[in-house]
Structures are given as C-alpha cells and as structure tokens.
C-alpha cells in the first residue's frame, strides 16, 4: 500500500512525487515510455526559468533523477483502470495490481479519439495489455495497433508468445521483429457480429480475433469513470482537487498553457494537498 500513486511521470508527476516525499509520504509513479512524452522530443526551451536553452530530454533527465533520489519509486507501465473501494484505490497496471491512499492524475493530454468498433468490442477481442491478455490468443490472428514507443517489443512479446501477428501504424516501427508484417494505415476499423473478426486498416482488410491498442496512456475519463471534465480537461479547484474524494490533478490534464512551468507548479500543489489528504484520513481513522 502505497501513501500515493502517481499517474504519469512527466514534470506534473515529477513534481507532485518529490512534494509528496518532502512530506514523508511512500510514493509511486506510474508512467509510460519517456519517448512518448511531448517534452522528451523538444529540442530546445527558452522559457522554463533558470535553465535557457535546456533540451526537453535534459530536463526530463533531471526531474526523473530529482525524484528517484527523494525516494519516490516508478513503475514502467500503463494504468488501465483505477477502482475506488472505500478509503483505498485499486490501479490496474497491466497484469499487475497496486493500492494506495490518494491519486494524482498528471497524463498529460490524451488526444486519440476510439477507432470504431474499439469501445463495441472492448472485451470481445480488444484489449489495452498484451501481457494480460496474450495468452488467450496463442495460436490466433491478432493486431497490433501502435501507437506507443514501446509497442513493437509489445508485438514482439506476443508473436514470441505464438500468436500469429499482424502490426499496424501510420510510421514505421522501430525494433520490430522482421517475421512481423507491417500494414501502414493512419486509421483502423475494428469489425464483427458478436466478437472480433477483421481489422481494416486503410485499405486492407486483416482477418483476426484479437485487436491489442497500444497507446502511450489511457484518457482520464476511461481510467476513472464519474471523474468530472470540462472541455475534455480534468477539473480541478485550487487545491488541484477534483470531484472524486482523494483523486487530484496536475498538468497538461488539466487545461491550457501546456507550459512546463505550469506542469511543475501545479505538480508541486497536488503532492502538497495530496499528503495532507492522507494524512487527514490517517487521522480520522
């Protein structure tokens, strides 16, 4: 049981986890391939203060090891879903399970709308983990549909596994196995009558039974269902927190400026408030 855990290890999350372990708080961090992250990828930034010029990638590097020495631990993974039960809260990370006291929501932003078919047959043959669910596919046709860094060595783990792999994207993947074939399409539509049967992608039609959708982090509001929004932003008041008792935000997830600055500062409020919700249901209890 973790004090606790936070999603997404860009600035926000960064940020909110060395706040939390100032105030003695255990702390985990949940977060995706740092290649994924927008920051990651900028070259150059001229306005974070004290650091001109800084790459994306330096600052990233420099967070991550502020945090790692706080003592916050990461987790390399994505959280599927998170399940309030009483006063603790259930994370879903792949095949894994976690509890904690408190969320905090840094995801940054999820821009991907569903293909269709994805939300019809979520359970039916689409799935969001290859370690969860490829065992049921050994021996079948499956798609893999990547839009995360890591999803070849996704598609690699499954084809090893025995299914027969199919993977699709619209840029060529890098580190996927060459008896793997790759079918260029921007956009897929998932098809069938009570389950998964083909995927179209583009204009190629691929027979399959399984549709694993793999990308950097799942939306808010599917990872935690009855959580507020407001133009497709997370919610939040000035304490960063939102409408679910113990869950807060900070970010990009939260609305504009997309700054890093901002991502920090509102980082550092929802570890703050974070710990003392802990601690106020510490002592209630």
């Known amino acids: 049981m ?15 986890a060395v706040q939390a372990r100032v105030r003695n708080k255990s702390v ?9 992250n927008p920051l990651y990828k900028t070259p150059r930034i001229e306005n974070y203060l004290g650091f001109p010029q800084a790459s994306g990638q330096e600052l990233l590097d420099r967070f991550h090891a502020h945090a ?3 003592g916050a631990e990461r987790k390399e993974g994505r959280v599927l879903n998170i399940m309030p039960m009483g006063d603790t809260f259930y994370l879903s990370i792949g095949s894994e399970m976690e509890q904690a006291r408190a969320i905090i929501l840094a995801t940054g932003v999820v821009w991907a709308n569903k293909y269709p078919g ?12 290859a370690t969860c669910d490829g065992m049921l596919y050994r021996g079948k046709e499956v798609v893999v549909v990547g839009k995360a860094a890591d999803a070849p060595q996704e598609a690699n783990y499954l084809q090893e596994l025995g299914c027969k792999v199919t993977y699709v994207s619209d840029k060529a993947p890098d580190g996927l196995r060459p008896d793997i074939p790759y079918v260029k399409a921007p956009k897929v539509e ?3 009558s009570s389950k998964v049967e083909s995927i179209r992608a ?19 509001a599917d990872l935690l269902p009855g959580l507020a929004l407001e133009g497709g932003y997370i919610q939040v008041d000035r304490d960063m927190a939102t409408n679910v008792p ?13 700054q890093v600055s901002k991502a920090v ?21």
């Open 190 to 192: 998932i098809t069938g």
């Open 202 to 220: 583009g204009s190629t039609t691929i027979p399959c039974e399984g549709v694993f959708i793999l990308r950097p982090s799942v939306a808010p």
């Open 246 to 258: 113990g869950v807060f935000a900070a970010g990009d997830c939260t609305g504009l400026p997309l």
């Open 265 to 285: 500062g509102e980082g550092l409020v929802a570890g703050l408030r974070a710990a003392e919700y802990v601690d106020h249901m510490s002592n209630s209890n």
């Open 68 to 70: 790692r020495e706080m």
């Open 118 to 129: 994805e939300a019809e047959y979520l359970g039916r043959g689409v799935s969001y983990c």
């Open 2 to 16: 973790y004090d606790i855990a936070v999603i997404g290890s860009g600035p926000a999350g960064l940020s909110a």
């Open 28 to 36: 985990l961090v949940v977060g995706g391939d740092d290649r994924d």
